[in-house]
């Protein structure tokens, strides 16, 4: 079990442990999408830290989980989803009646535990992402026995490869329900999320009445348009460019100078992942996320809101006014320097926690691991 000790964050330091694996996704000639393990790190266009300044050793100390290692999964989704947009939306009288058919990456940490009391931790990435995002929170949770599950959400070809799978919130939850089914979990110690990852996470949460008994919300995407979907004309017919396969081809060539000319707060180096993040934001729907928040903040289960003012995806007023949904006060904040050191203490005794990063950007998490993760766990305790 987690101890529910109050843990000291504001000192201390922490390795971040980082294994050399992406996926990369694949057809095969049924049609069926599979992942395969490549040795590089993605580069992910939102990080604002140095990936080279963290340990990425491979090999394990031992007794430590083997986070290199992936599990696989296949899995139908999307039926009954597909079955009712056949009659309601253009473009999709020809979905698959029986879904598609995904084999998932994900880690799953069951194994190292063996513990079948363990609490269970389900952690959802952003976009771009992967398992990859969370493997020094897995290290750390795993290592205090708890169970870690991160699937990989779908990559950005399943749209050309599928035809019809455009990582919506609807079809992303349906993953991810299919998904937990399949390894048989029905219930929740806590739900983690980064980013756009909150939009399926808090619609299983809030619509779907899957059991958890606590949430994490790490720079979460907004209930609202935020600066890196801004202004709606250019960031809209971006995505539109994302869905058709003619059109990623131009943007990849002269994604960089569209990019300039709009302005746009992304990163150059990764144009494909611009792509993916506007699409995955043009499906969305995130106006419906402040209605979930209202649902979070009736239903009160342990939550820690976790970001940084210096975010250049998602400003920091959207934040605030997310947490003034929640029914946040000043109570709530915990705030540290650009040095992670502890400017001021909140509470610890309130259903809600938030901690907020003077110099943190979208990946703070990862920057201030030594604060974060011991956060977690001791929300994680206060639950089980």
């Known amino acids: 079990m987690v101890s529910s000790k ?14 050399r694996v992406t996926s990369l996704s694949m057809i095969n000639s049924n049609g069926v999408l599979f992942t395969q393990n490549v040795s590089k790190l993605t580069n992910h266009f939102w990080r604002h830290y140095d990936l080279r300044s963290y340990e990425t ?4 100390k031992p007794n430590e989980p083997n986070l290199a290692s992936v599990k696989h999964i296949t899995i139908q989704t999307c039926g009954s ?6 009659e309601t939306r253009k473009g999709y009288a020809g979905a698959p009646k029986q879904g598609l058919t995904f084999n998932v990456e994900y880690v799953d940490t069951k194994d190292f535990t063996n513990n079948d009391e363990a609490p269970v931790v389900l952690a959802l990435h952003g976009a771009p992402g992967s398992h990859k995002d969370y493997e020094s929170m897995i290290k750390h ?34 993953y991810i329900l299919d998904f937990l089914k399949a390894i048989k979990v029905d219930k929740l110690d806590m739900l983690i999320t980064h980013s756009s990852g909150i939009y399926p996470g808090l619609d299983i949460y809030a619509n779907e009445g899957f ?22 004309w250019f960031a809209d017919n971006i995505a539109r460019i994302g869905l058709n396969p003619v059109g990623r081809k131009i943007f990849n060539k002269f994604g960089k100078y569209i ?15 611009v792509l993916f993040s506007a699409v995955i934001m043009f499906f969305a729907e995130f106006e ?6 209202l649902i979070v903040e009736k239903k009160r289960p342990k939550l820690l809101l976790i970001f940084g003012d210096k975010d250049r995806v998602i400003e920091k007023e959207c934040f605030y006014e997310m947490a003034s949904i ?30 907020q990063f003077q110099r943190g950007g979208h990946y703070a998490f990862l920057k201030f691991a030594n604060i974060v993760n011991p956060a977690i766990e001791q929300l994680l305790g206060d639950v089980t």
């Open 6 to 19: 109050l843990l000291d964050s504001c000192d201390g330091s922490f390795n971040v442990f980082l294994p």
């Open 57 to 60: 050793s491979t090999q394990g």
């Open 81 to 86: 989803l597909y079955q009712n947009w056949r």
């Open 141 to 174: 949770l795993t290592l205090k026995g708890v169970r870690m599950i991160v699937p990989n959400f779908p990559e950005y070809d399943v749209i050309h490869s599928t035809k019809y799978f455009r990582h919506s919130t609807h079809e992303r939850k349906s």
């Open 211 to 232: 059991p958890m008994k606590s949430i994490v919300l790490i720079s979460p995407g907004g209930h609202r348009r935020t600066r890196a979907i801004k202004p709606s």
């Open 259 to 273: 990019l300039k000319f709009g302005r746009s707060p992304m990163r150059l180096d990764n144009l494909d992942g």
């Open 288 to 293: 419906r996320l402040e209605g979930n928040l």
């Open 326 to 355: 929640l029914g946040a006060n000043q109570s709530h904040y915990s705030k540290y320097d650009a040095n992670g050191n502890c400017l001021m203490k909140g509470s610890q005794d309130d259903w809600m926690k938030i901690i």
